[in-house]
């Protein structure tokens, strides 16, 4: 058992064990342990009780033994029950596309590789009892909220499936759709059940962050005793775990939605009914195009699950980090992660629900929003330049075949960072960044080969030469992305060391700086996203893809759809990177728990700090997808509008007041949005603050560590107010573009204007995005900075920790952390969730 003890290592007078909240075991009963087992839990048996502070024996209880043997049973129906599916997808794939079925095949290999990685993480020690036990009470907590927090959403995803079942079973279905034999009743059956395969996808893809976050930290925290290249591939391999996860079961879904969908129409892999003439392969054509509009629901699931996980996570993390950090870095003057501090568990916990499950979900979304527009933008160029069925296809699936070879580019680039302790110290940002680009190496390359299998066409036969030029352009913007953002927020660069610098004189001045380094780096993103948008679509434009009626160039926006899938073709290893820094800083807090020695501190701050830099990474590269994504998905939109009009819908006229007022309202939806975020952190981190106030004032003792503080209280108020604060911009975020779309459709038909609600729905969603990007790239490049210049100058700089200096930098801190970690996050998953809910609401906004 932890004794309680001084600083200088001295058992306290009070004893007793500092953590709540009961051990759990790695066998507690959750979805992944069928699949992932710990080879430590087997033998695992002691069990820590939260009401006595005492250590019991867990086998002695029969009924424990009882509800563990149930949970195996159901883990082994599961097992069974997803292998007898996995099967059934691979036999429809089959019989439709051996592409799909070679894309099943490779999620399959993915996801059998992350179990190996997942082994070879649980394989490693996890530390002293201490650093165990710290990890189990951050493990309750996050289970905890994860459960509650699921549970709410589930609720709210069945009212929205059901408003989606409604929504197309009353609508008129497009005229391609009624041709090849579908009802508004089964297109509302498959659009729902791809809207909850999304929503479970997304839920599963957020678990999968937190399961290893909170299972790598205390192993990282160990192996931060015997050097720093092994606990920073432990690390790093425990992220890799996660992201090959959430983009295997992103594809997964995709293909397999595709596979039955394609089996439902009737669609053969010959592209056939049956052996007669040209009038089925005609219909397979068609069946082909309707297929990717079936998927949006998948889209907008996976997006309204993301969009309450992320701002449900946000607030627990930053409240309590907030919380934390006020009452004791800055008036208690304790260190970072102190036992003493009351808050301290809740921002463990934080890390994991926040950081880990959300952005899981976060990436699963945009992921999943990138391939379904850009199968809508392929189908769009098929319909138009009339290709055969073959040809088709490719066009098509060529998104998932990309992210499929995601997989396996991410995967080489994990594996190449070496576990062997190196002679001389090399940076650890330069060692993870060495191995995105041997994952960027080859991913050009297979993304070349992908181009010439899937876009080769006769209808131009060097097309596929031009998409791939578009792909080379979207990978050169994500590298841009990765250094604008490493350069913003890394302490090795200017713009952190001059709010460090502004915090030698003052709060005041560091919250200035801070917040004129946010706007200036807001600039070279735009651009670089800019020249990346022309510059694709005028390759897609010169590919020679013609229209069949008109000659006019048609692929130019399907040139922005691959550009797109260039900049995330290496999504996996990103995310990969992005997992890596909240399993740090959980490993550091665990080391500032166990009382461990300073050198082993000095370890996880160093991967700390890295930690921040590859999480401001990863958000300006979401940040940079989703504006690439949202103009596909906008795309999409007119599209969809013009195959169930059967007019031309492709300009918007902002010069219409109704038009303009609609943009201006999009604009103000995604200010009142992180209004509202940020605002219930406030509103958190008060409850927090005066909580942990009224410990110390009541229990003198917890200073001297004769007292142990209550930290269940504060993890019970954050908890509850990150729930209350979620519903609220989630709904708005969700109804905003509905009630504008319907208002301005009754307008237009009382006036006798065609079509206005479209077109209101259109500039709402522009102006949404334009402004959305600018907005998270100043909140989430502002907090990265704010927080690299607080760890500068703990390294020493201004007088280090505990100076007048830290304070001012913690000031800055404070501010900027619902910046990037409640409201900057959560408008990346706002942007594109308005796409995907006016693609699947469409017919409401139409005359």
């Known amino acids: 058992m932890m004794m309680m003890r001084s600083r200088s290592g001295e058992e306290g007078g009070g004893g007793g064990n500092y953590f709540p909240g009961g051990a759990v075991s790695l066998n507690e009963t959750n979805f992944m342990n069928s699949n992932f087992d710990d080879p430590e839990s087997a033998s695992k048996t002691k069990k820590f009780n939260s009401r006595t502070g005492k250590a019991s024996s867990g086998n002695a209880n029969g009924k424990d033994k009882s509800s563990l043997k149930h949970s195996m049973m159901m883990n082994k129906s599961l097992k069974y029950v997803g292998v007898f599916l996995l099967l059934c997808v691979l036999t429809i794939a089959s019989r439709t596309s051996k592409t799909i079925t070679l894309v099943v095949l490779a999620s399959v290999g993915t996801l059998a590789f992350a179990k190996y990685l997942s082994a070879w993480v649980l394989e490693k020690d996890e530390g002293t009892m201490e650093m165990i036990e710290v990890a189990d009470a951050i493990r309750a907590g ?74 790598a930290n205390s192993r990282v925290a160990a192996a931060s005793r015997r050097g720093s290249r092994e606990p920073l591939v432990i690390a790093l391999r425990a992220g890799g775990f996660a992201a090959l996860l959430v983009v295997a079961t992103t594809v997964l879904g995709v293909a397999s939605l595709f596979a039955v969908y394609s089996w439902w129409y009737g669609l053969t892999s010959a592209g056939m009914k049956s052996a007669g003439g040209g009038d089925s392969a005609s219909e397979s054509i068609e069946n082909v195009i309707e297929i990717p509009l079936m998927l949006v629901g998948y889209g907008f699931g996976a997006s309204f699950v993301a969009l309450f996980a992320q701002l449900g996570g946000g607030i627990y993390t930053k409240a309590a980090d907030v919380g934390a950090d006020l009452c004791g870095k800055v008036e208690m003057n304790i260190p970072e992660d102190d036992p003493r501090n009351p808050a ?61 070879m995601d997989c396996f580019a991410s995967a080489i680039g994990i594996l190449s960072v070496s576990e062997i302790e190196p002679r001389y110290k090399q940076e650890p940002y330069s060692v993870l960044k060495r191995g995105y680009n041997v994952a960027l190496a080859i991913a050009v390359v297979c993304f070349g080969i992908a181009c010439r299998c899937m876009l080769y066409t006769e209808k131009a036969e060097d097309a596929w030469k031009y998409f791939y030029a578009c792909g080379i352009v979207g990978i050169l913007c994500g590298y841009c992305f990765v250094f604008i953002a490493q350069f913003y927020t890394d302490y090795a660069f200017p713009p952190v060391r001059k709010i460090a610098e502004a915090s030698t004189t003052g709060s005041g001045t560091n919250v200035i700086a801070g917040v004129g380094v946010g706007l200036e780096a807001t600039a070279a993103p735009v651009i670089v996203v800019s020249i990346a948008v022309v510059a694709a679509y005028h390759l897609g434009q010169n590919a020679g893809l013609v229209d069949e009626n008109s000659d006019e160039p048609i692929g130019g926006l399907f040139g922005t759809a691959v550009a797109t899938m260039g900049m995330l073709s290496t999504a996996a290893y990103v995310l990969t990177m992005d997992v890596f820094g909240p399993i740090a800083d959980n490993a550091g807090g665990i080391v500032e728990m166990s009382n461990q020695p300073d050198s082993v501190r000095d370890v996880c701050d160093e991967l700390d700090a890295v930690g921040n830099t590859t999480k401001a990474t990863t958000k300006g590269y979401a940040i940079g997808s989703a504006a690439l994504a949202s103009f596909l998905l906008f795309s999409a939109f007119m599209d969809e509008v013009s195959a169930f009009t059967g007019q031309a819908f492709s300009t918007v006229d902002i010069c219409i007041p109704e038009v303009f007022i609609s943009g201006l309202l999009g604009s103000m939806l995604v200010y009142l949005f992180s209004s509202f975020a940020i605002a219930a952190v406030g509103k958190s981190a008060q409850d927090v603050v005066k909580e942990v106030r009224r410990q110390f004032a009541e229990n003198p003792g917890i200073m001297t560590y004769d007292t142990k503080p209550d930290y269940e209280r504060c993890v019970s108020i954050v908890a509850k107010s990150a729930l209350r604060g979620m519903v609220k911009p989630g709904v708005v975020a969700v109804s905003g573009p509905l009630i504008t779309g319907i208002i301005f459709r009754r307008i237009g038909i009382a006036s006798g204007r065609e079509l206005l609600g479209a077109k209101c729905v259109a500039s709402f969603l522009m102006f949404a995005t334009a402004s959305g990007i600018l907005m998270a790239l100043f909140l989430n490049t502002a907090g990265g900075a704010w927080d690299n210049a607080k760890k500068y100058v703990e390294t020493g700089f201004g007088g280090g920790k505990g100076s007048e200096t830290h304070k001012a930098a913690v000031t800055g801190d404070t501010v900027g952390d619902p910046f990037k970690d409640t409201a900057g996050p959560s408008i990346h998953v706002l942007i594109k969730m308005l796409a995907t809910i006016t693609l699947v609401a469409a017919p409401m906004f139409l005359d």
């Not at 709410?152 to 497009?174: H, M, N």
């Not at 059940?193 to 479970?200: E, H, K, P, T």
């Not at 959300?358 to 189908?379: H, K």
Request: proline share 1%; glycine share 8%.
């Open 344 to 404: 301290v568990i809740a921002d463990l916990v934080g890390d994991n629900v926040g950081d880990c499950a959300a952005r899981g979900a976060d990436l699963f979304e945009s992921i999943a929003a990138e391939i379904i527009s850009a199968m809508i933008l392929g189908a769009t160029v098929v319909r138009r330049s009339d290709m055969s069925v073959v040809e088709a296809k490719g066009f098509v699936l060529f998104p998932l075949v990309v992210h499929a």
């Open 142 to 215: 996050a289970s905890g909220f994860f459960s509650t927090q699921y549970g709410l959403i589930s609720k709210l995803a069945v009212v929205c499936a059901a408003f989606v079942f409604f929504l197309y079973e009353f609508r008129q279905v497009t005229p391609e759709q009624e041709k090849s034999g579908l009802t508004s009743h089964s297109v509302a059956i498959l659009t729902t059940v791809a809207f909850l395969l999304g929503a479970f996808c997304s839920g599963m893809s957020g678990y999968a962050g937190m399961w290893v976050s909170v299972r």
